[in-house]
């Protein structure tokens, strides 16, 4: 029977004895069965350069292992201790702005110093010689949210050497980074930099190959210790959590393939119905990278930050938040933390066990979720069903994150979540791909604002569609090659012919754009030209009357505007039709995500309205037992999962 992971972050170094008892007692009456121990321990674990204090950590396993709990042991590199940054000051992040850092925070180092990959790989080797044989070991977890920049000269070094690999000469690089613009031709790799603060734009495609290269160089230092955890301990997974946000310079999608579990942290940027979307919006996205197994590492247990501004979880809106994760294939619910800090920089960061303790309505929640999840453990071998795949790449976000741009509203991420969130409130089942990936399976592909379009991503995106799947192209998509060069003879130069249309300008717009279908659209509009395609709808008044905002040709769809949810639903509603699906009927706010088995169909119903809601379904609700026959209720705030016996 699988088992599904139930616990978080444990970081017992911050607390007293009595109270390690005391957690050990809460943790069995939550039902916790892991605990991530460890993540910031550097300077309790080595408070001195050679000098290792494992008492204590020794003490914690032995009790996390008495208590029937399994550790996620982590490298604690994220956070070198004091004592290093004053040895090692090269090791030390420098600014674009040439401002060395000094510790004080986390993620005080640089990646590319000697000294630190040094003593990464060494802390590592000490924790993986003398927990290789604890019973309480399950899995490993390398550093934590890789993701630090840094900008002085072991990084220009290693940066150097990089595009070395890349271009192999500097011919090659002149003229991938068009470096004849504004005199900027190299004549010796020594010239060469990382971007740091320049006179006025920096160089694009400088840019842009420098978070390529800070993700390829993470990524190595991740294998240095993966490499030497895996000799030690061949037999237990190794792990790192992928944190997700513009200052990111990870390509998720390659990370996936180094990993024995993709791990994902989730905390959303808001507190209404979007905390919802964006859940769903990352499960996808974790499931997408780890190919249908990962895990929820971290999350916030009681509230959510609202733009800088703590929110208070509504009751049950903790679970539905954990449930939308493992209902999407995530193989547990593990937070951040198990115990709120009483001091440091996160001190109101919520807990499992918050500042009121265990006598409060944040932990009997917890509780409950802990009591309930074993029962929906045998969902977790299932398959999620997904027939429309959005495709992701990192890379185009990563080139429109930039300044010079035809509009400082173009949001890449916006545009992904947008597409993600028509599908969502449809109830269609979302996969996302990359977009080199073979798309075959599925009956419809979204690709919003693909910015960046290699030779490579144009043959695998006409390759769908020859093969006869709708695909739904948005504005922005195919402008530039991979090294950001525009693809001349008119807009989208990548997708012009398999769309049939020609977009000779940009239009940005502040306010409303208004189109002859009634709808609405707001920001961005396309001066469009038909070149085989058929408008389906044209815009209203302004500059572009008449002009075709929505374009259809075949089985190939484009807007050249930036649609209004009502609109956009309705564009995708269009779309998933002509592939032939069907919506789902549900009110708004409320979810259905199914998975399915050799043998069963799976159905999580999540509410997330302030009324009770019905729905056609029969099957055993998995939670209470109970037969339903022709129609589920579930409670305002609440879920359900249902489990149907498939025939054959």
């Known amino acids: 029977m699988p088992e599904l992971y139930y616990g978080g972050d444990y970081n017992p170094e911050q607390w007293s004895p009595e109270i390690w008892a005391e957690d050990m007692e809460l943790m069995r009456r939550a039902g916790v069965n892991l605990a991530t121990v460890g993540v910031f321990s550097w300077s309790s674990l080595e408070p001195e350069p050679g000098r290792y204090e494992f008492g204590w950590l020794d003490q914690v396993l032995d009790l996390l292992h008495g208590n029937g709990i399994k550790v996620n042991l982590a490298t604690p590199t994220a956070s070198p201790p004091p004592w290093f940054s004053l040895a090692h000051p090269d090791a030390l992040p420098v600014t674009a702005d040439g401002v060395r850092l000094l510790h004080g925070s986390r993620d005080t180092y640089c990646v590319c110093a000697p000294a630190y990959r040094e003593a990464a790989v060494g802390i590592a080797r000490v924790l993986g010689e ?122 998720h999608w390659r990370w996936a393939r180094e990993v024995d579990l993709v791990a994902i942290d989730h905390y959303p940027d808001g507190s209404g119905i979007e905390a919802e979307q964006q859940t769903a919006f990352g499960a996808d996205l974790a499931r997408s990278w780890g190919g249908g197994r990962w895990l929820l590492m971290e999350q916030a247990a009681g509230s959510f930050n609202d733009r800088g501004r703590m929110h208070a979880k509504e009751p049950g809106r903790m679970a539905r938040n954990s449930i939308s994760h493992i209902a999407r294939g995530s193989s547990g619910a593990l ?80 545009a992904v979540r947008a597409a993600h969130r028509q599908l969502w409130q449809l109830g269609i089942g979302t996969d996302f791909a990359h977009p080199t990936a073979d798309l075959t399976a599925y009956r419809v592909v979204v690709v919003p604002s693909l910015y960046l379009a290699s030779d490579e991503v144009i043959a695998s995106i006409n390759q769908y569609a020859d093969s006869g799947g709708q695909l739904l192209i948005t504005s922005l998509s195919g402008i530039a090659d991979e090294t950001t ?92 039709g002509a592939a032939g699906i069907t919506p789902v009927d549900l009110p708004d706010g409320v979810e259905v995500i199914t998975r399915r088995s050799a043998d069963a169909r799976y159905r999580f119903v999540l509410n997330h309205t302030a009324e009770d809601v019905r729905l056609p379904s029969d099957g055993i609700e998995l939670v209470s037992g109970e037969q339903v026959d022709g129609e589920v209720t579930v409670a305002a705030g609440g879920w359900t999962a249902l489990r149907t016996k498939l025939e054959g």
Not at 398 to 403: K, L, S
Not at 525 to 546: K, N, P, T
């Open 130 to 251: 003398r927990y290789r044989d604890h019973p309480a070991l399950a899995m490993w977890h390398v550093h934590n949210e890789y993701g630090s920049t840094c900008h002085c000269d072991h990084v220009a070094a290693s940066f150097r050497t990089w595009l070395q690999g890349r271009y192999g000469d500097l011919a090659a690089l002149n003229a991938a980074w068009t470096t004849a613009f504004w005199s900027q031709g190299y004549s010796v790799w020594e010239q060469v930099f990382p971007p740091r603060r320049t006179q006025y734009l920096p160089n694009p495609a400088q840019m842009l190959d420098f978070r390529r290269f800070l993700s390829d160089e993470l990524l190595t230092a991740f294998q240095e210790q993966k490499s030497v955890l895996r000799a030690l301990t061949p037999d237990i997974p190794i792990t790192t959590n992928f944190v997700f946000g513009g200052w990111v310079p990870v390509d």
């Open 335 to 414: 937070f951040f933390q198990w115990r709120a800090s009483r001091g440091g920089a996160e001190r109101f960061h919520s807990g499992m066990v918050p500042h009121a303790g265990a006598d409060s309505r944040a932990f009997r929640e917890i509780t409950e979720l802990g009591e309930l999840l074993p029962r929906l453990a045998e969902a977790d071998t299932a398959e999620v069903e997904a027939e429309v795949a959005i495709l992701w790449d990192a890379e185009s976000w990563w080139a429109t994150d930039g300044p010079a741009l035809p509009s400082p509203e173009i949001d890449y991420l916006a």
């Open 485 to 576: 060069q525009i693809r001349l003879g008119g807009y989208p130069g990548a997708f012009r012919e398999l769309l049939g249309v020609r977009v000779e300008e940009f239009l940005p717009v502040d306010g409303t754009i208004h189109l002859d279908t009634g709808e609405l659209a707001e920001g961005w509009s396309e001066r469009v030209r038909l070149e085989g395609a058929e408008a389906i709808a044209h815009y209203q008044g302004g500059a572009l009357d008449g002009l075709p905002a929505i374009t259809r040709r075949d089985n190939v769809w484009y807007t050249s505007t930036w649609l209004t949810d009502p609109a956009y639903r309705s564009l995708m509603t269009q779309v998933v």
